[in-house]
């Protein structure tokens, strides 16, 4: 099975290519580069100029920072480095260029069997429907109710800590809404860094994609999301909301401990194939098909 990862490749994207590729070994990314900020900036100006010049105050007083922390907090989880390894890439794809005619025939010229996404823009049918086995994506999220962008950070500000996990699901119309293939919620510890949390979401959605990939060929089905949920934007958190939640840390309210529960919506194979390494993909197949 010919399989390409579509990521820009931040520490937990880099862990869960490092896992699929050590059983997977013919695994090939191609990474998206998306545009600076100053670009970003510009695109900001011309719908409100003045909240362009509060998101980028926010973001240099408060979120570079954070976000700079985040990586190397992950990585040093990950891979006991502050540094995380950089995946070999066959091509680099602008963000904006995703949906292009240059990526079209980039695929067609890889042929994937099965396209794996995770932290890439939004894909158009030109793109998701090219593999014959479709194409799934990893969202740092519980669907349907964390759709969209910040989604660990939302259910954890709402208190809703059976939702902070990740999902594995196919690739449809919509942002976050095709048939989910499995879900994770992730372990929860009081002392928990945002950098834990994204290292304990990786190692889940390993685990996750893992399980799902001897099965693949069959294409099995997955659970078609109902009820409830929401689609978060990244416009929507703002300063004011992070300064809640650090509130509420540095008063004593700390995460809670939870157990971690992981859930496959698809019926697997009983039999595990031999990777051209030699090397056996994962254990036999089980089905587990359990109810949210």
Partial sequence: MNIVHLSTFEPFDIFVH??????????????????????????RRKRSPIDAIVRALEWRLFY????SELRVTASRHLFGSDQPPTPTAVAEVASNEVNGD?????????????????????????????????????????????????????PILRRDYEKVGVTLHYIDHGIDTGDVLGQATLALSPNDSDGALNAKAARAA???????????????????????????????????????LLLRQQIGKRLPETAGCTRLFFAENHSAPTTSSGINSIEPCQELIAST
Wanted: glycine content about 8%.
């Fill in 102 to 154: 240059a990526t079209v025939r980039l695929l067609q010229a890889l042929k994937p069997d099965l396209l794996l996404v995770s932290n890439a823009p939004i894909l158009k049918p030109a793109i998701f429907g090219l593999p014959p086995l479709g194409t799934v994506n990893l969202h740092r999220g519980i669907t349907p109710e964390y759709r969209g962008e910040h989604t660990f950070f939302w």
């Fill in 206 to 244: 390993a685990e996750l994609v893992l399980r799902f990939l001897p099965c693949a060929t069959q294409r099995p089905r997955g659970k078609k999301p109902s009820g409830g949920g929401r689609l978060w934007y990244a416009r929507e958190r703002r300063i004011w909301h992070d300064l809640q």
């Fill in 18 to 43: 490092q896992e699929v590729k050590r059983v997977w070994p013919s695994v090939q990314a191609i990474r998206v580069v998306w545009p600076s900020g100053k670009d970003t900036r510009k695109k």
């Fill in 64 to 67: 570079e920072r954070r976000t």
